[in-house]
C-alpha cells in the first residue's frame, strides 16, 4: 500500500478540521486535511448565526461583554456537569478565532458583519455578535473560504475524496490511517492526529444504539443529512482505544414543521392553538399545537414516539374560518414572533394553496368533502380518526378537553367540510457527540481518566459542550461556535 506521512493529520475538512489544520500549519507543522466529499466544508457551508465573546471586533464597537453571566447561566443548564476549564476556554476561543480569522479575511467580506445576536439569543439580549445573516449564506461560507485560501498559503495539502477508513497499530503503536483516494488505498503516518468528521446520523449501526426509533422515521431530507456522515470518526477513535461517550451522542430533532420549503404557507396556520394534530393511526397524542408551547428542539422527540413519528394537522371549514377570524385582531401588534399568527388571509386563499398542494399530488395536503375521503387520500387510519374527532367534538361541546388537557378557549369542533389534512415534517439539525475532550481538545483513552498526547477531536463529533437529557441536547454553545472554537484549540496545541 502506497505511504505518505505528515505531522498533523486532519479527518474531515469541514468547519472545525479546516481551522484546526490551518491553525497547525500557520505554527510550522506539515499539516495534510483528508476530506471525503467532493467539495470542502461539510456542513460548515450552510451554518450562519453564532456567538462569539470577547474579541477585538466587539471591543472596537464597545459592545459589552457578557461571557461571565453566560457562561454560569449555560453551566446551571448543563447542571455542572461539564469540564468548567474546557467551557472557559471554548468560549473566549470564539473570539479568539473571530479575530485571528479576521486577520485573513477581505475587507469586503469583513464589512458584511452586523452586530447582532445570535438568533435564539435575541429574545433575551443576548451577547451582541458580528452575524453575516442570510440563510445558507453567512459567516460559515466565509470561514471556510478564508481557512482554505490562507492553507494553501501555508501549503497545507487538502486533500478532497480521501475517506478515512480504519487505523492501523502495530501492537500498541499507531501506525497510522488508511484511506480510500482515487488513487486506491494510501497509508496516512502521522506524528499528530485531529478527528473531525462531524456528524455520523448516516451510519445505521451507531444509530441503532443512540436513537433507534429515528431509522424507522419519516423525516425531512435537508443538508444535516449529508451522505459523508457515515461516523468513522467514531469506529476509528474505538480502534484506537478512545473512550466513546455513548452518554453524551444524541440527534436533536424538531417538529412537527410546516416551517420549511413546500408548506411554508401553512406555517403560520400550523401554530394556530385551535387546530388539532393526529398520528398516523388517526390518534391525537398531545395537547395542540405543541411546537409553540415546548421549546421546538425538544418536541421532534415527541412525534418520534408516533409511529414512523408522522403527523397530521387536521382542519375543517368552518374550524378554519375561526381560525383566520382570530388572527386578524393581530394586525395591529405586528407580531414577529416565529410562533406569532400574524392575520391569515380569506378561507378563499388558503383553500387555494391546499387545492394547489393536492392537484400537484404533494403528498402532505388531502382534501375531501367528508373525513372519511380526506383520510384516505393521505393514508391516515379512517376509522380511528372519526372516531377521534367525534370524541374531540363532544369535548368542544362540554368545554373541557379531558384527553389532553387543551385549554378550553381554543376548543373549536369540526363539523363542516371540506376537510383538510396537511402533514407536520420531522426534521433533524444534526447528530453530536461521541470522543470526549479535555480542555486541550486531547481526546479521552478508554479508560475515561486520561487523554492521549497527540490525538485530538473537534467538532460535532467533540463531546463536552453539552450534555444529553431525555434525548435532548443541552449545550452551552452553539454547533458553529463550537466547531471554530473547538478546532483554533485543537489546531493551537497541534501546532505546539
Ligand atoms: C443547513 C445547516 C445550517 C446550519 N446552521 C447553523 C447556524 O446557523 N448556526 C450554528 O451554530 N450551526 C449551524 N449549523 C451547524 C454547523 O454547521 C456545524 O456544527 C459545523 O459545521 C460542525 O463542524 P464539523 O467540522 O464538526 O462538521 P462539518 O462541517 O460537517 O465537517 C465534517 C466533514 O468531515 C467530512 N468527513 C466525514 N467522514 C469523513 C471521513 N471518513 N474521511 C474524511 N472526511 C470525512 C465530511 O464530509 C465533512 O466535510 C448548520 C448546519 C447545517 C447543515
Not at 382534501?367 to 372519526?386: Q, S, V
Request: charged share 25%; with cysteine; glycine share 10%.
Amino acid at each position: 500500500m502506497k505511504e505518505k506521512n505528515c505531522d498533523v493529520l486532519v479527518l474531515g475538512g469541514g468547519g472545525a478540521g479546516l481551522v484546526a489544520g490551518v491553525r497547525a500549519a500557520e505554527a510550522g507543522k506539515k499539516v495534510t486535511v483528508l476530506e471525503k466529499a467532493g467539495f470542502f466544508g461539510g456542513g460548515m457551508l450552510f451554518a450562519s448565526t453564532m456567538r462569539i465573546f470577547k474579541s477585538k471586533w466587539q471591543a472596537e464597537r464597545n459592545i459589552p461583554d457578557q461571557s461571565v453571566k453566560f457562561m454560569r447561566e449555560m453551566m446551571d443548564l448543563t447542571m455542572w456537569q461539564l469540564d468548567a476549564e474546557l467551557v472557559k476556554r471554548a468560549i473566549y476561543s470564539t473570539g479568539e478565532f473571530f479575530d485571528w480569522y479576521s486577520e485573513h479575511e477581505t475587507k469586503e467580506n469583513m464589512a458584511k458583519y452586523e452586530p447582532r445576536p445570535y438568533v435564539f439569543d435575541i429574545p433575551v439580549n443576548g451577547q451582541v455578535c458580528p452575524q453575516v445573516d442570510k440563510f445558507h449564506n453567512g459567516s460559515g461560507k466565509l470561514f471556510v473560504n478564508a481557512m482554505l485560501s490562507y492553507g494553501k498559503e501555508l501549503g497545507v495539502e487538502f486533500l478532497l475524496e480521501h475517506s478515512a477508513k480504519k487505523a492501523v497499530k502495530e501492537g500498541e503503536k499507531i501506525k497510522g490511517i488508511v484511506a480510500d483516494t482515487p488513487d486506491g488505498e494510501v497509508l496516512f503516518a502521522f506524528d499528530k492526529l485531529i478527528i473531525a468528521s462531524g456528524s455520523w446520523i448516516k451510519n445505521d449501526e451507531i444509530m441503532k444504539k443512540v436513537l433507534p426509533a429515528f431509522l424507522d422515521a419519516d423525516v425531512e431530507k435537508n443538508a444535516h443529512q449529508n451522505p459523508a456522515y457515515t461516523g468513522e470518526g467514531i469506529t476509528i477513535g474505538e480502534e484506537l482505544g478512545a473512550m466513546i461517550d455513548w452518554d453524551s451522542m444524541c440527534l436533536r430533532i424538531m417538529g412537527p414543521l410546516a416551517a420549511t420549503g413546500d408548506r411554508s404557507n401553512l406555517d403560520n396556520l400550523a401554530h394556530a392553538e385551535q387546530i388539532i394534530l393526529v398520528n398516523e393511526e388517526g390518534n391525537r397524542f398531545v395537547a395542540e399545537p405543541m411546537a409553540p408551547r415546548i421549546d421546538p428542539f425538544s418536541t421532534g422527540h415527541v412525534l418520534l414516539r408516533q409511529p414512523h413519528a408522522r403527523s397530521f394537522y387536521v382542519y375543517s371549514k368552518d374550524m378554519l374560518e375561526k381560525i383566520i377570524d382570530s388572527t386578524r385582531e393581530n394586525a395591529a401588534k405586528e407580531d414577529t414572533d416565529i410562533f406569532g399568527m400574524p392575520p391569515l388571509p380569506d378561507y378563499e386563499v388558503i383553500y387555494g394553496w391546499m387545492k394547489d398542494a393536492q392537484d400537484k399530488n404533494q403528498a402532505w395536503c388531502a382534501i375531501g368533502d367528508t373525513l372519511n375521503e380526506a383520510a384516505k387520500k393521505i393514508g391516515i387510519n379512517p376509522d380511528n380518526l372519526k372516531a377521534t374527532i367525534e370524541k374531540y367534538n363532544l369535548c368542544c361541546d362540554k368545554g373541557e378537553d379531558t384527553e389532553f388537557f387543551k385549554a378550553s378557549e381554543n376548543l373549536i369542533p369540526l363539523k363542516e367540510g371540506p376537510y383538510f389534512i396537511v402533514a407536520g415534517k420531522l426534521s433533524t439539525d444534526g447528530a453530536f457527540g461521541g470522543l470526549r475532550a479535555d480542555k486541550n481538545m486531547n481526546v479521552y483513552k478508554a479508560d475515561g481518566k486520561s487523554v492521549f498526547d497527540n490525538i485530538y477531536v473537534c467538532g460535532d463529533i467533540a463531546s463536552g459542550r453539552h450534555i444529553v437529557d431525555g434525548n435532548v441536547k443541552k449545550q452551552v454553545l452553539n454547533d458553529m461556535s463550537w466547531a471554530v472554537a473547538s478546532g483554533f484549540i485543537a489546531g493551537t496545541e497541534a501546532g505546539k
